[in-house]
């Protein structure tokens, strides 16, 4: 359950964010329906892997639509400049390749305004063409088309198009070789079904073998930080002659391609430091058991990802995948991306430390932002320049860190509006500054910084804001050596998973009614557009062993259904450890029965989500074959939240262990034995934002009546239904 629609006290705190919530949701659809269209259209491309003729070399046009979409733009390997024509019918656009070449593929990266209608022509004087494709159907997107054909010049010919426009190409592609020369380059992926392992995965969901699946609706992804890696083990060393790399989003700008006999040395065959993402069929000449994409640069604030990483091998690709005996299979030599967060004897040298900020907000949606906020080692609390005069640049932070000290580390847990070009700086009299750090691809969320600086005072100088508003962290975090350090509170320790210690238990077996000793009882109205009334333990009772949660079709406290919920608030809380409930949900459209958690300091009056949210089982009666586990936390909430869904039998026919199990690191989300979620603190850190959750929460039970998330009831909704709970158990 999420309390994204609650009451005005429950929603506070977030400026400038809180009220872009709704935008992003709808970028994020956006986006996601650009990727749907995207997956469709990729999965046409070629296997081919000729040498790429077209890139760079001289193009003309019949027209141009003006001088920022000339014709040599769909020939200079960038995906983001194109050609556009004039707003007619037809319109050519040709490429000299410099001499006559055999012609074996031509790929198409249409732009919106396509041509519905055009021929591929060759020719050897630019005067006397011939057709080597035709077509009246042409659908736009991204076309790669197998052709067989020699000449100088390659032309489409547009007779055709799909819009009220021109035609637009992002890029023209001429693939083969010389007539003299033909490639030996095979045309089938060495790569598919072999062994894939990566320096990380940004989830279960995301492995390093889905890029090796022949499945474009698959994807590797990566964690985030720089550098990371994907390889792909052929099984015994080929002749390595293409290299195709189908891009997600989220792609490389700078890498290289490496082969390797061992898996531990490696030769670089191919390198970029300009990517442009999309589908990236690159000629290379290299031999090794081993292929790896090395990437150093990213073009997004998040990880790599790849749909497909494909080889292509001279002759015929090996069929065999044997593992040598030999240690230097496992490429342990590679270079980590986690992060230290103690580099050496290094400690936390900024906590509850004076601190000074350009400006900072104090209103109604970020009351207070100041400077503090950044050193109070609270994820949920944060520093922002002010709306009325801060939304500016330069702006800038800096932390007194009581004496002079030796920094090696600086963390940046950025809010969305973070720094795309900012310095790391250090003084000793807060007034003279040396850069110790500088970049300007600030990508936002959490930065982890390894530098080398000494002083008293640690500055962050923010000379480029990543949109319209100001700066905003999170957190601020400087380590090192020196200073004047103040000891944050200890944590408690990390449970050993299976936790065996039973700390807290309800077993449902006596009486006839919830246990107030144990459970709060939690009357009134919902949250999230739910209609039913939360009465005083008239819809709870114990029968048979278990909970009985009803929901009826009564008036009471102006609703026309009732429900129960009940929580352990003020009665028992915990930190970490295995939280489990076995649970029957009933079915019905309409019907939302939830297990989850909410931290206490909501108890204090911290505003929902600042407190977090962990949602260990919400099921819709609609589809009660779907469980979802999700986080809530001040940078993703509501239908942003960090969460997934499993599909798996109908829960609504038995019981169910429905589990979180929570450390400092990581929260692993079951029903049964089957794993719904993974989240990885640094991972939810550098994606989604601060990671909430290690301190007290409490639990929550109760089944509501329509809302937002599982829609409306309608005449099949069955009343009175029923969720029972066999027990809840705290493990640590």
Not at 205 to 212: D, E, L, M
Not at 542 to 571: C, F
Not at 606 to 632: A, C, K, Q
Request: charged residues 15%; hydrophobic residues 30%; contains cysteine.
């Amino acid at each position: 359950m999420d309390w994204s629609v609650s009451a005005p006290g429950h929603r506070s705190g977030r400026s400038p964010a809180s009220n872009r919530t709704l935008r992003y949701g709808v970028i994020a659809l956006a986006v996601a329906a650009l990727l749907c269209a995207y997956i469709v259209v990729v999965v046409t491309r070629a296997n081919a892997a000729e040498t790429l003729l077209s890139q760079g070399k001289p193009t003309t046009a019949s027209s141009a639509e003006n001088a920022a979409t000339p014709a040599s733009s769909a020939t200079d390997g960038d995906t983001g400049t194109r050609w556009s024509s004039a707003f007619s019918v037809p319109q050519w656009l040709q490429v000299d390749l410099g001499s006559p070449q055999q012609v074996s593929r031509v790929a198409l990266n249409w732009e919106a305004a396509y041509a519905t209608a055009f021929q591929i022509q060759t020719s050897n004087d630019a005067a006397t063409w011939t057709n080597i494709y035709s077509t009246t159907t042409g659908a736009g997107g991204n076309v790669s088309l197998t052709v067989s054909g020699t000449g100088r010049y390659v032309r489409l010919n547009a007779t055709a198009k799909s819009t009220q426009y021109g035609i637009s190409l992002w890029e023209f592609q001429v693939y083969g070789g010389s007539p003299s020369t033909p490639g030996s380059c095979g045309t089938a992926n060495a790569a598919q079904g072999k062994t894939a392992t990566a320096s990380s995965t940004e989830n279960a969901g995301t492995p390093a073998s889905s890029a090796v699946d022949g499945n474009n609706g698959t994807r590797w992804s990566s964690a985030v930080g720089d550098p990371q890696w994907l390889q792909v083990d052929l099984g015994l060393v080929q002749q390595i002659c293409g290299v195709t790399l189908i891009w997600e989003t989220a792609y490389a700008t700078a890498f290289q391609i490496q082969t390797s006999n061992d898996g531990t040395n490696w030769t670089q065959v191919y390198s970029t430091t300009s990517g442009t993402g999309g589908t990236q069929n690159l000629s290379v000449t290299g031999s090794g058991r081993y292929v790896r994409m090395y990437g150093t640069a990213r073009a997004t604030q998040y990880g790599y990802s790849l749909w497909e990483f494909q080889v292509r091998v001279n002759g015929a690709p090996s069929t065999t995948n044997d593992v040598p005996t030999s240690p230097s299979n496992t490429p342990t030599t590679s270079p980590s991306t986690t992060p230290t967060t103690n580099p050496g004897n290094a400690v936390l040298l900024s906590y509850n430390k004076p601190a000074v900020a350009s400006t900072y907000q104090n209103d109604a949606n970020c009351n207070p932002c100041t400077a503090d906020k950044a050193f109070d080692n609270d994820p949920a609390s944060r520093w922002a320049t002010s709306p009325t005069n801060g939304w500016v640049d330069p702006g800038w932070i800096y932390v007194d860190l009581g004496a002079q000290a030796h920094i090696t580390q600086v963390v940046l847990q950025w809010d969305p509006a973070y720094a795309v070009a900012y310095q790391i700086q250090t003084s000793t009299d807060a007034t003279n500054w040396t850069n110790i750090y500088s970049t300007t691809t600030g990508k936002g969320f959490k930065e982890t910084l390894n530098v080398d600086g000494n002083g008293r005072y640690v500055r962050m100088y923010g000379t480029q804001r990543s949109n319209g508003y100001g700066y905003s962290l999170w957190e601020f975090k400087v380590y090192g050596t020196g200073g004047n350090p103040v000891q944050p509170p200890a944590p408690p320790a990390d449970p050993v998973f299976p936790a065996t210690n039973l700390v807290w238990s309800d077993e449902f077996n006596s009486g006839t009614n919830v246990d107030t000793s144990k459970w709060t009882i939690d009357p009134g109205t919902g949250q999230n557009g739910e209609i039913q009334y939360y009465t005083n333990l008239s819809n709870t009772s114990i029968q048979n062993g278990s909970l009985v949660i009803e929901a009826r079709k009564e008036t009471q406290g102006g609703r026309d259904y009732t429900s129960g919920r009940i929580n352990t608030s003020a009665k028992f809380s915990t930190q970490y450890g295995r939280v489990e409930a076995r649970i029957k949900v009933p079915k019905g459209n309409g019907l939302w029965p939830a297990f989850w958690m909410m931290g206490t300091d909501f108890l204090q009056g911290r505003p929902w989500p600042y407190n977090g949210e962990i949602d260990i089982m919400e099921i819709l009666g609609r589809s009660t074959t779907d469980v979802y586990s999700t986080l809530h936390a001040p940078a993703y909430n509501g239908g942003g939240g960090y969460g997934q869904k499993l599909t798996t039998v109908d829960l609504s026919l038995d019981y169910h262990v429905y589990s979180v199990e929570w450390d400092s690191k990581h929260m692993t989300f079951r029903v049964d034995n089957q794993v719904i979620l993974v989240a990885d603190k640094n991972t939810v850190e550098t994606t989604k934002g601060p990671w909430v959750y290690d301190h007290q929460f409490y639990i929550i039970l109760n089944l509501a009546v329509g809302g937002d998330f599982p829609g409306p009831i309608d005449a099949t909704t069955p009343f009175p239904s029923r969720m029972y709970v066999d027990y809840v158990r705290v493990y640590k």
